[in-house]
């Protein structure tokens, strides 16, 4: 990870939430830079950290997903490899 990549995440979400509407969108619409990518960032982080440090962003987690499955639908599509385990690359934005 780089320095302040967990910051970067979560500014992500922060800006998403903000948005009206269900639509979730970020500020930039590449890969890399999706706020699917930025959840990514967040496991990464989570598997790393001390634990005090773990539990504290696993709250924050907690929050962002519950957000993030309330503003999208499940994918019916079909599972790619490169999604195992990432259950947040298997919703859909609504437009």
């Known amino acids: 990870m780089w320095p302040n990549a967990v910051a970067d995440a979560l500014s992500r979400f922060e800006w ?3 948005q009206p509407g269900r ?3 970020g500020p930039y619409e590449s890969p890399g830079i ?4 930025g959840r990514d960032d967040l496991e990464v ?3 790393h950290l001390p634990r005090g ?3 504290d962003l696993g709250r924050l987690v907690e929050r962002i997903d519950a957000e993030f499955e309330r503003r999208t639908l ?3 599509g079909p599972m790619h ?3 195992a385990g990432r259950w947040w690359w298997w919703r859909i ?3």
């Open 34 to 37: 999706e706020i699917e990518d």
């Open 74 to 76: 499940p994918d019916p």
């Open 93 to 95: 934005r609504e437009r």
């Open 81 to 83: 490899n490169w999604t």
């Open 16 to 18: 998403a939430f903000k």
């Open 45 to 47: 982080a989570l598997q």
């Open 23 to 25: 639509y979730l969108t």
């Open 53 to 55: 440090a773990r539990a």
